[in-house]
């Protein structure tokens, strides 16, 4: 009899907009295929034609551009592999609380992004002596809960993260134009970011001379530290060094033998240079083996753990360290919004 075919997918928390995260315990591989990459939206999904697709490069430029697809398309490309995790990734972790969709470790995914480095775009529109950031429009819009008013989703960038050769305005992913609920059919990739810098849909670029104020850029994606007061605010930027245990899965029952503890590390700062593992809850730690190198530091690393289970309860925890010097902290950093969190990660298992 022929065998059923049974595949991951991904796990829902809002249909609208679309919130849904990638089944990340059953996903292997350096490129996430799309059916199984995170889905974050803040709006519906924007309506737009391609054939009436055209991309300005304004704003403090000292010859404004209007590109089409075409034209994008035939200028110099590049591809990069980058681990996308959004800044809300792990937040059901934080203790207390902070609200916000419930992202368990599924809200991360990687793949190949093609495109055209931002930067030839920008020195082709000519950047005007004084500028500061360059903003990016996306096509969807909407309310937002703190108030009436309509607002595209719109983030920028400060000039020096633009100018980096590895930001692109992309057109593929994995080879293929990139999926509609993903930005088809340009989207802006930053790598070593927290991925709501990656704006979907992109419907503008332009230059600015002033920091840009809009809420996605000064109410969300800033790490608050206290409850009640902004004191200590700080914007969500790069990627903290990480890493999320895959295999085994939290609360299994094992029996007892060999069983390699597995999973994927990643940062926004150099390259993971070592994971450790702790099968007694933190006391004792070993070096887990790197598997592959990943070609690029904006890729995942997955690495393995041989574990010689005996009978017992365990709690199982990794720890990354990074080529900057960073290490996963034991508790998270608490902030009011629920960004970035970063400690530790642990599984209970049962072997018997
Ligand atoms: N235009 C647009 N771009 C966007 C967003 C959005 O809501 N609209 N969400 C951002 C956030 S917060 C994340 S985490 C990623 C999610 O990308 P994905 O849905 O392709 O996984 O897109 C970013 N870019
Ligand atoms: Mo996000």
């Known amino acids: 009899m022929q065998k059923p075919f049974v595949r991951p997918y991904l796990t829902t928390h809002s249909l609208q907009p679309e919130n849904q995260e990638s089944p990340i315990e059953f996903i292997s591989g350096r490129r996430v295929g799309n059916s199984l990459f995170y889905r974050r939206n803040h709006f519906a999904y924007p309506s737009l034609s391609a054939s009436a697709y055209w991309l300005p490069v304004n704003g403090s430029v000292s010859s404004p551009r209007l590109y089409s697809l075409t034209e994008l398309m035939n200028l110099p490309s590049r591809t990069v592999t980058a681990v996308l995790e959004c800044a809300g990734n792990k937040r059901?972790?934080?203790?207390?609380?902070?609200?916000?969709?419930?992202?368990?470790?599924?809200?991360?995914?990687?793949?190949?992004?093609?495109?055209?480095?931002?930067?030839?775009?920008?020195?082709?529109?000519?950047?005007?002596?004084?500028?500061?950031?360059?903003?990016?429009?996306?096509?969807?819009?909407?309310?937002?809960?703190?108030?009436?008013?309509?607002?595209?989703?719109?983030?920028?960038?400060?000039?020096?993260?633009?100018?980096?050769?590895?930001?692109?305005?992309?057109?593929?992913?994995?080879?293929?134009?990139?999926?509609?609920?993903?930005?088809?059919?340009?989207?802006?990739?930053?790598?070593?970011?927290?991925?709501?810098?990656?704006?979907?849909?992109?419907?503008?670029?332009?230059?600015?001379?002033?920091?840009?104020t809009g809420p996605f850029q000064t109410i969300d994606y800033v790490y608050y530290p206290h409850r009640e007061k902004d004191e200590g605010a700080a914007p969500v930027t790069k990627l903290h060094v990480n890493s999320s245990i895959r295999h085994p899965l939290d609360g299994q029952i094992l029996q007892t033998g060999s069983h390699p503890v597995k999973g994927i590390a990643w940062t926004g700062k150099g390259k993971i240079e070592k994971v450790e593992v702790s099968t007694d809850g933190g006391e004792n730690w070993k070096e887990a083996r790197l598997e592959s190198p990943a070609a690029s530091g904006y890729e995942w690393q997955p690495w393995v753990y041989d574990w010689k289970a005996g009978k017992g309860e365990y709690t199982l925890m990794s720890r990354a360290y990074d080529t900057h010097g960073r290490v996963q902290p034991a508790s998270p950093f608490w902030n009011r919004k629920g960004y970035g969190y970063h400690a530790i990660d642990m599984v209970s298992v049962k072997v018997e």
Do not use: C
Request: a negative charge; zero cysteines.
């Open 92 to 212: 059901s972790l934080f203790e207390p609380k902070t609200f916000g969709e419930q992202w368990e470790k599924g809200a991360v995914s990687q793949g190949s992004w093609k495109g055209v480095p931002l930067a030839s775009l920008l020195e082709g529109a000519g950047i005007r002596n004084g500028a500061a950031e360059v903003i990016f429009g996306g096509y969807d819009f909407g309310e937002r809960t703190d108030s009436d008013e309509v607002y595209s989703f719109t983030r920028s960038l400060p000039l020096e993260k633009a100018l980096h050769p590895d930001t692109l305005v992309a057109y593929e992913y994995n080879g293929k134009p990139i999926p509609f609920k993903h930005g088809f059919p340009l989207r802006l990739i930053v790598p070593q970011w927290y991925a709501m810098a990656s704006v979907k849909w992109l419907k503008s670029i332009t230059v600015a001379d002033a920091p840009f």
